[in-house]
């Protein structure tokens, strides 16, 4: 056997190796009673948090080559539903302000002056931050662990995942868990195309988060990755947390769910 012959059979294991290497079976599907203790699991974290503020870093990457890094604060009350997102510059300055108070939105855009009013629905929040399907799944986002609208009725999928179709109450989902210890890895809404993957899971006491949330739209592309660096839950929120600072001149703008 020539050395040329040794050469190019080695390359041949090689890539024949790797080629086995990549192709992984998938995992079994769920049992019913990993389903039930996963949503059970689900179910403790959704009622665990009443509260909770957090800061850290968000990033906004556009298709595979641009991305802009800011500060984000974010603090939130679960009944009733009340969320104040701040977004600033990394060398400081105010970007924009997000606050949904019950139905009502407000964001204040601090480049332009423009005070965006309406009702709080996925469609209008949806123009400022990455958001799922209904209002309330933002909490979660935010919150940084899933809680799944109409779960009763979530069934095993394919694979380690659980699937809430067209007989479930809101927008159909999918959940893709890790295997072997069954956390929550990536929410799915197949009607949007938006992907919202949980990772780097902590705990603090008995409060379960991921230290990063990537939001991947679907359409247009690119993603936003919010990194939590400091998560803080179940404190009481001063009420005028909840109110948007803006200066004394300034445009307003009425959102509806209609507007461009």
Request: net charge negative.
């Amino acid at each position: 056997m020539t050395c040329p012959f040794r050469l190019s059979s080695l390359v041949l294991v090689v890539v024949l190796l790797s080629g086995c290497a990549a192709i992984r079976p998938a995992p079994p599907p769920l049992t019913p009673p990993e389903v039930r203790s996963l949503l059970e699991s689900l179910g403790i974290q959704e009622q665990a948090v009443s509260s909770f503020y957090s800061m850290g870093n968000v990033v906004l990457k556009k298709w595979l080559v641009e991305s802009e890094e800011a500060r984000i604060l974010v603090v939130g009350t679960r009944d009733p539903l009340r969320i104040k997102v701040e977004i600033t510059h990394s060398w400081g300055p105010p970007v924009l302000h997000v606050l949904v108070d019950r139905d009502r939105l407000e964001a204040f855009s601090f480049p332009d002056a423009v005070l965006y009013t309406g009702p709080a629905t996925a469609e209008t929040l949806g123009r400022f931050l990455p958001c799922p399907p209904d209002i309330d799944s933002i909490w979660a986002l935010l919150r940084g662990y899933p809680a799944l609208p109409g779960a009763d009725l979530a069934r095993a999928g394919s694979g380690g995942r659980i699937v809430c179709d067209e007989d479930c109450a809101g927008s159909p989902w999918t959940l893709q868990v890790k295997p072997r210890t069954l956390e929550p890895e990536r929410l799915i809404f197949p009607k949007s195309s938006l992907e919202v993957i949980f990772s780097d899971i902590q705990e603090q006491g008995e409060v379960r988060y991921a230290g990063e949330v990537e939001v991947r739209p679907g359409k247009g592309g690119g993603k936003v990755l919010i990194k939590n660096e400091r998560m803080v839950f179940n404190r009481e929120i001063p009420e005028q947390i909840f109110e948007l600072k803006k200066p004394s001149a300034y445009t307003r703008i009425e959102l509806d769910e209609e507007t461009p």
